[in-house]
């Protein structure tokens, strides 16, 4: 059984900040690929951030330089700092965990709601 639970999503004004919390549950989370996807109304899912389970990051040119991917392997979490937040930014937020044996398995959270509007 494995479930991921999003958290921290909020309104924030411009230029602000939230850090994104996703709290799992099962065995696969040590070996797995974690990452981040986002969602704006009318738009794909896309790509947000990724972090192995060695720790190699990955980032979507977007968010490049503004947010940081990390996770606690003690506390099966994995975070996303996500600062100087544009309008553009908004979306809806999803944790992602990939774990591969003989072919890719993917496990999706909720969702949580990031809204950036002055």
């Known amino acids: 059984q494995v479930q991921l639970v999003e958290s921290g999503g909020g309104l924030v004004q411009p230029g602000g900040s939230l850090r994104l919390s996703c709290a799992t549950s099962?065995?696969?989370?040590?070996?797995?690929?974690m990452g981040w996807y986002r969602q704006a109304p009318g738009k794909q899912r896309e790509l947000v951030a990724t972090?192995?389970?060695?720790?190699?990051?990955d980032y979507a040119d977007s968010v490049k330089g503004r947010f940081t991917i990390s996770r606690d392997n003690a506390k099966n979490t994995v975070l996303l700092q996500m600062n100087s937040l544009k309008p553009e930014d908004t979306a809806v937020y999803y944790c992602?965990?990939?774990?591969?044996?003989?072919?890719?398995?993917?496990?999706w959270g909720q969702g949580t709601q990031v809204t950036v509007s002055s």
């Open positions: 099962g065995s696969i989370f040590s070996t797995s690929r």
């Open positions: 992602n965990a990939r774990f591969t044996t003989t072919w890719v398995l993917n496990y």
């Open positions: 972090i192995t389970s060695g720790g190699s990051t």
